[in-house]
């Protein structure tokens, strides 16, 4: 039983383990899909370098019309209505016109239009970043870009600095990014824009888009563990959930298949224990079902080979008893009868003993005779290698030679089971050995033939007979109940006619063999 429970336990373990295993599967799936959504909205640098880059795009599709850098007049920095397209992808830059009221401004993202030399041509805040002025008038520029020309802040694709770096207005971050001389259409036909943009990068930039943020500036970017705390509760209590599901499913499902082992491990024991009898039910045709009918095959190939073992075991039994009678009590009966015969010639013809000495004679004589009647039935008959017919034969060749009993055989041959056989010697053996212990017959008839897919045995002497009702009224067996044993242990039928000095008929019908046998 605790093996079936260990068994049980690792298989609703199993189970609870896959359902766990699927279900952080299918949340890490769906992680993996909802967080780069979450991602999508940039961290505060990766907004500020697709702010610059936009701003840039626009001051160029307005330059490439031009020739040249657009003014204020022809472009307007920063937004006075809606944030721009893009969404949460870009930050937001107002247009602040006029200054802040208060002692304290409150920062706010920048964009500048300058000039190689660092000149302001347009201002998302004229009123700080006037136009016209250097880009670091106003003092609340990084002093890298107040005291570096533009054309010296790095590669032409852009630069900035994307970490947190003071100035006089606090900590911000900006990005400069180059407004390329777009190639203007030539007869043949306009230029893609990207191509346009990657010949213009070759030659000199007309000027550079500088966008600058706060770094304390709120700007919504990244998700925050407000955003994904959510998700992993629901994602955590799923897999709690899915724990009690995994036990029951893994309880339900192999309760089934746990039972079947349990009971195929009872009826193993019960096999070893000694009882051939034990069957399984092969409940299916998996792997189990399988074993449980190789089991049966077992269990039937044992119960065959034990009982073929009792056979022989039985018949070296009777092989060993019949030795030992010849050899010591039948050899007694001679020398007694002998002896019996010597006293009885040498006694005078008048003599008083003679008739008591006769009598022990003829008590001797019949004794024996009856002793090599028991010899007989003692005596093994092999039936392999040669059959029933050829077995009977010998057998009924023994009893006329050894007892001078004559014994007619009317054999056929008949189609039977092994067992089947065996039986049908031990019946003919018994009542041939019946015949001549009891009726002392003087002729026996033998008959084998087969009807109606049966077999049928007839053994009939012209002995003394007796009363059958009698016999069993005094439990007088005969070695009838011998016989009625073997043939109801095959589904075979046994009948005794007999009635006293007119001899005695046993008739059996046994079954033929079984199909597939």
């Known amino acids: 039983m605790r093996g079936s429970w260990g068994l049980q336990a690792k298989m609703t373990a199993s189970y609870v383990l896959v359902t766990a295993a699927a279900v952080v599967l299918v949340e890490v799936v769906v992680l993996g899909i909802v967080v780069p959504g979450l991602l999508s909205r940039a961290d505060r640098a990766t907004l500020v370098e697709r702010t610059a880059d936009d ?9 490439a019309g031009l020739g040249r850098l657009p003014t204020a007049d022809e472009i307007q920095l920063g937004e006075t209505g809606a944030p721009p397209p893009g969404g949460e992808d870009l930050i937001a830059i107002p247009y602040v016109p006029t200054g802040q009221a208060g002692a304290k401004p409150v920062p706010v993202p920048v964009a500048l239009l300058l000039v190689p030399d660092g000149r302001v041509v347009a201002s998302s805040y004229p009123a700080r970043y006037p136009v016209g002025g250097p880009v670091g008038a106003s003092g609340a520029v990084p002093p890298f870009v107040r005291g570096t020309p533009p054309t010296a802040w790095g590669k032409r694709g852009g630069s900035g600095n994307l970490e947190p770096i003071p100035t006089p207005a606090g900590d911000v971050l900006w990005r400069a990014v180059p407004v390329l001389d777009i190639v203007k259409p030539s007869a043949g036909g306009a230029i893609p824009l990207d ?7 070759f030659r000199e930039p007309l000027g550079f888009v500088y966008v600058q943020v706060p770094a304390a500036l709120d700007l919504g970017a990244g998700p925050s563990l407000k955003e994904l705390g959510p998700l992993l509760g629901i994602g955590l209590l799923i897999l709690i959930a899915a724990v009690p599901v995994g036990l029951a499913f893994g309880l339900l499902s192999t309760r089934r298949l746990v039972g079947r082992v349990r009971r195929l491990a009872a009826t193993t024991h019960a096999l070893a224990a000694g009882d051939y009898r034990q069957r399984v039910p092969v409940a299916a045709g998996d792997e189990v079902g399988q074993l449980e009918g190789s089991f049966n095959s077992m269990a039937e190939r044992l119960a065959a080979a034990m009982a073929t073992e009792r056979q022989l075991a039985g018949a070296t039994e009777r092989a060993r008893i019949a030795r030992e009678l010849h050899d010591a009590i039948s050899q007694d009966l001679f020398s007694l009868r002998l002896l019996a015969g010597g006293l009885r010639k040498a006694l005078p ?3 008083p003993l003679r008739p008591q000495v006769e009598t022990m004679e003829q008590t001797a004589t019949g004794t024996m005779y009856e002793m090599q009647g ?12 040669a059959g029933l017919v050829p077995a009977l034969e010998e057998l009924c060749q023994a009893y006329s030679e050894r007892l001078g009993v004559t014994v007619d ?7 039977l089971d092994p067992s ?3 039986a049908a010697l031990r019946v003919v053996q018994e009542a041939l050995a019946n015949a001549v212990k009891h009726a002392r017959p ?16 007839t053994v009939e002497d012209d002995g003394s007979g007796f009363d059958p009702a009698e016999a069993a009224a005094h439990r ?9 044993e073997r043939v109801a242990e095959l589904g075979g039928t046994f009948q005794v006619e007999s009635t006293p000095g007119q001899g005695t008929s046993v008739r059996v019908l046994l079954p033929g063999p079984r199909p597939g046998g």
């Open 420 to 422: 089947a056989e065996h």
């Open 409 to 415: 055989a009317e054999l056929e041959a008949v189609v």
């Open 476 to 484: 007088h067996g005969l070695g009838l109940g011998l016989m009625r």
């Open 442 to 457: 003087n002729r026996i008839l033998l008959r084998l033939d087969q009807r109606d897919g049966q077999v049928a045995l």
């Open 349 to 351: 013809a008048g003599s």
């Open 195 to 201: 191509k346009a943009k990657a010949m213009a990068a």
């Open 374 to 385: 028991l010899l007989l039935e003692l005596r093994p008959v092999a039936l392999e290698g």
């Open 55 to 63: 701003w840039a795009n626009r001051v160029s599709a307005v330059a």
